[in-house]
């Protein structure tokens, strides 16, 4: 276990170092652009495989920097939620709309169930969407073709409870609790299946803990994976 120094110092060197990297990435980013557009001249079809996994890199890795930082953000005492009122309904079927291209590729249906007492929450509307797109496209990630993903909101209390079921490829026992660590993934390999980053829960995690609430994962490997977290309804946590 790290003291709180040294917690603050390794999480103040992640965030000077994200942002150092990111100048450098954004000329790759913004050079390969141009040059896959055609701006700087024509290029051979060759040219163009090349320089089109160079600009999927660059993009990948601005991914899990923007990701690092804003992990270290919170490590590093940035609370900072936007409390608004707003629609649950819209703000799971807005983020569900944009799964639905991904999830029709692989022959899989989405269906969302929500309670019909529910209608308004009060959280930070930009990272409640966040928690559900992960987990929502996690689903959709791991299962390898064809299934289903059920996305049920119910009221608990004073929380809302959300559950992201899936018919995947499940997570072991002894991987349950890993998965929330940054940086862990199953299949850690090189030439492992799935892609990403490993930090997407890592990330919902935190952003779910500052709301107050929880989450937590149930599942049998080969046989799909629920994941549940709950956040109160009302908002206004006092995060520490
Ligand atoms: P990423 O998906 O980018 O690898 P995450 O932090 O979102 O990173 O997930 C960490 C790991 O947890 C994944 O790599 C995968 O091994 C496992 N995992 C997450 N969601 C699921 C799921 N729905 N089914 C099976 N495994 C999952």
């Not at 270290?72 to 799971?92: C, M, P, W």
């Not at 064809?146 to 409870?161: F, M, P, R, S």
């Amino acid at each position: 276990m790290l003291s709180d120094e040294a917690n603050r110092s390794k999480s103040e060197f992640l965030s000077n170092t994200s942002h150092e990297l990111k100048t450098p990435l954004n000329s790759i980013i913004g050079f390969s652009d141009l040059l896959l557009q055609g701006d700087l001249g024509e290029i051979s079809k060759e040219q163009k495989k090349y320089i089109g996994i160079i600009n999927e890199s660059s993009y990948l890795l601005l991914n899990i920097i923007n990701r690092i930082l804003e992990i270290s953000n919170v490590e590093r005492g940035h609370k900072d939620l936007t409390y608004t009122k707003f629609n649950l309904h819209d703000a799971i079927h807005d983020t569900c709309t944009m799964m639905q291209v991904m999830a029709n590729r692989k022959d899989i249906e989405l269906i969302v169930d929500i309670d019909i007492h529910l209608s308004e929450i009060t959280a930070d509307i930009l990272k409640f969407k966040e928690i559900i797109y992960n987990l929502v496209e996690n689903a959709i990630k791991f299962i390898p073709s064809e299934g289903t993903v059920i996305i049920t909101a119910i009221q608990d209390g004073a929380n809302l409870k959300i559950s992201v079921a899936d018919t995947g490829i499940g997570i072991s026992e002894e991987n349950k609790d890993r998965i929330f660590d940054p940086f862990f993934q199953v299949d850690g390999s090189t030439t492992r299946r799935y892609g990403g980053t490993g930090l997407g829960l890592a990330l919902i995690k935190k952003f779910i803990l500052m709301h107050g609430g929880n989450i937590w994962v149930m599942s049998e490997s080969g046989k799909g994976s629920t994941f549940t977290f709950t956040i109160p309804i009302k908002g206004q946590f006092n995060y520490q």
